[in-house]
């Protein structure tokens, strides 16, 4: 199989820098400051969410799951494959989130609930759109439902 060189399109500017830190996002604004012509970005503001894919660039090479572990470290929950949770350390180090776009200024995309830290290059923005989401009933385990309960819950809701 042949490589892939991808190259940065932006970078993530976040009040979050530990990349310890993988828990409790909501509320979490964060800026998006791009590196392309404003054209490129034309047609965006209409949309209330985009979709953010980027490097977890502080996840040593060396240090990527293949196989399978307790998410979170937490044996009261199955041991699973890394393709079935979205730990960062993954094989390509690829992060994926659907962000709420707050405001554009020039080439800059103001967020909330990006689960990025600061610094991390920005690889893609897509809109998004309900059409790509899921169709069709979801099914996921219990485990992902309880590690998911406050990730996204505002401060004051957080245990």
Not at 80 to 93: C, E, L, W
Request: charge should be negative; glycine fraction near 8%.
């Amino acid at each position: 199989m042949d490589s892939i060189s991808l190259e940065p399109i932006g970078v993530v500017r976040s009040p979050i820098t530990d990349p310890s830190r993988d828990e409790y996002w909501g509320g979490i604004q964060s800026t998006i400051e791009l590196d392309v012509a404003p054209e490129a970005i034309a047609g965006l503001e209409a949309f209330s969410h985009i979709v953010v894919v980027y490097h977890f660039h502080q996840v040593a090479a060396g240090s990527v799951e293949r196989g399978a572990r307790h998410p979170r470290g937490r044996q009261d929950w199955p041991e699973v494959g890394i393709f079935s949770q979205r730990a960062k350390r993954r094989p390509n180090r690829m992060g994926v989130s659907t962000c709420r776009l707050l405001k554009i200024e020039g080439v800059k995309l103001r967020v909330e609930d990006l689960d990025a830290i600061d610094g991390s290059p920005v690889l893609d923005v897509k809109p998004y759109m309900t059409g790509f989401g899921p169709h069709g009933e979801v099914r996921e385990p219990q485990w992902s439902r309880e590690l998911m309960s406050t990730y996204f819950a505002p401060s004051e809701c957080r245990p």
